[in-house]
């Protein structure tokens, strides 16, 4: 989380300082008027990057993974990217229409303005965009009104996946208007200098993602086909288990990373934890997902031994590398998967520290138990199980109980964000270093 809020704040301050050095918030003389026509270019610019920075990212680009620790907190930087250009575009677009409606309204008048310089007077470049400033207005306008709701679509977890990531990257078409809209609106001065070169790279390579994205591009060189191998279900946990043989071609994995998973085209590619080690004499690979939604909901109905698949990946950064003298896995409901797939490869490649695995779970099937256990066993981790009904909710107070060395260890935790947060507070606050806490933010929107 640290490194992602420094991404952002760091983009934003390095923004403001450029555009600072082009312009400035105090113009003289300071009236309603002048404010308003820097304040529209300087939210304008943050509007227009941020948004270009966030289409950069949703091209899952590996390179800038281990930067921001991670695909899953590059897409939370993603998601903030996008409210940071909400927010600046909402703002941009009052300023500009809402001070339309308030001279309508008699509230404010405008002052009389001068001769605009004649065409001629410019240069070929600076004329054709004058001559276009009137179109890049009215359709920049419709374009911040479809981006808007397609940003609030986005935003609303309720709303089904398969519709938001059908609706979603209709967001780049707004994006491109908005380059130019932003292209033609640009205090002209500005492309001479550092701020504009800034975001003449950031709106080049977002544009070039745009089309990526609506041309169906995004992971393609990471995409491997593969096929239903296996299947088993716990009714108890409402559990799917599935295993699939790929084929030449997948790089191999890291005990924790995830890859997107495609089994109907119509329903595009959704995110899953692997659940198991790589053995490259095998080429299988192996998901446990359960029925959460919609999608999940219909996977055991959906999929069938034999059935094609594709998988795109891996990504993330959650590889339980670290110095500690031990470490300490907390693994809630379904976030047990990623230490599924550790114990299969400690039981290939073992680690002589001390690890505890904490699994707490509300439903109970003993047969998922029995095979947690015995991956347990293999791999030298010494499991603590709590179910709910009978053993109450785990709490950080119970994991220091129960690990008396717990300053000294690494913890990873997947599960709940709400009980990961707490679970991580608690542990800071009792004198954890907050950088020895590792959390998996498994959410894609």
């Not at 299969?344 to 699994?359: N, S």
């Not at 599960?415 to 959410?443: I, K, T, Y």
Request: aromatic share 12%; net charge positive; proline share 5%.
């Amino acid at each position: 989380m640290k490194r992602i809020k420094l991404s952002l704040y760091a983009l934003i301050a390095l923004l403001t300082a450029l555009w600072l050095m082009a312009d400035t918030w105090a113009p003289v003389p300071f009236t309603y008027f002048s404010f308003r026509a820097v304040f529209m270019q300087y939210s304008g610019v943050i509007a227009i990057a941020a948004m270009s920075a966030a289409m950069l990212l949703a091209l899952r680009p590996k390179s800038i993974e281990p930067h921001v620790d991670g695909l899953d907190k590059m897409y939370r930087l993603h998601k903030w990217l996008g409210i940071t250009a909400l927010t600046s575009s909402i703002l941009h677009w009052w300023w500009a229409t809402g001070t339309k409606w308030m001279v309508g309204w008699g509230w404010l008048q405008r002052p009389v303005r001068g001769p605009r310089p004649a065409p001629s007077d410019l240069g070929v470049i600076e004329g054709w965009l004058g001559g276009q400033r009137q179109l890049a207005e009215s359709v920049g306008e419709w374009a911040f009104y479809a981006a808007l709701a397609l940003l609030a679509l986005a935003l609303i977890k309720r709303f089904p996946y398969h519709l938001f990531r059908k609706t979603h990257k209709w967001l780049a078409v707004a994006y491109l208007v908005l380059v130019y809209h932003a292209v033609v609106l640009t205090k002209f001065a500005y492309w001479t200098q550092p701020i504009g070169w800034v975001v003449a790279v950031l709106m080049l390579g977002g544009s070039v993602a745009a089309v990526l994205v609506l041309f169906g591009q995004v992971g393609r060189g990471r995409k491997v086909d593969g096929a239903v191998d296996s299947l088993s279900y716990y009714p108890e946990l409402r559990v799917m288990e599935t295993h699939i043989a790929l084929r030449e071609g997948w790089p191999g994995h890291a005990a924790g990373q995830f890859a997107f998973v495609t089994s109907d085209p119509k329903e595009g590619a959704h995110p899953y934890t692997i659940a198991s080690a790589w053995n490259p004499a095998e080429h299988r690979i192996t998901f446990v997902t359960k029925a959460l939604g919609d999608h999940t909901g219909r996977l055991r109905e959906r999929l069938k031994v034999g059935m094609p698949v594709t998988v795109e990946g891996p990504y993330g950064c959650f590889d339980f590398a670290d110095q500690q003298a031990c470490q300490i896995w907390v693994g809630a409901g379904i976030g047990i998967t990623p230490f599924i797939a550790r114990m299969k490869q400690l039981a290939l490649t073992p680690d002589t520290r001390p690890i505890h695995l904490f699994h707490s779970t509300t439903d109970f099937s003993q047969a998922a138990i029995d095979k947690l256990t015995a991956d347990a066993m293999a791999a030298g981790v010494r499991l603590h199980l709590l179910v709910s009904a009978k053993d109450g909710r785990l709490n950080a107070d119970r994991i220091r109980s129960a690990v008396p060395e717990w300053k000294t260890a690494g913890f990873w935790f997947c599960g709940p964000p709400a009980l990961g947060q707490s679970v991580r507070d608690d542990l800071v606050a009792h004198g954890l270093p907050g950088e020895h806490f590792h959390q998996e933010l498994f959410e894609m929107r």
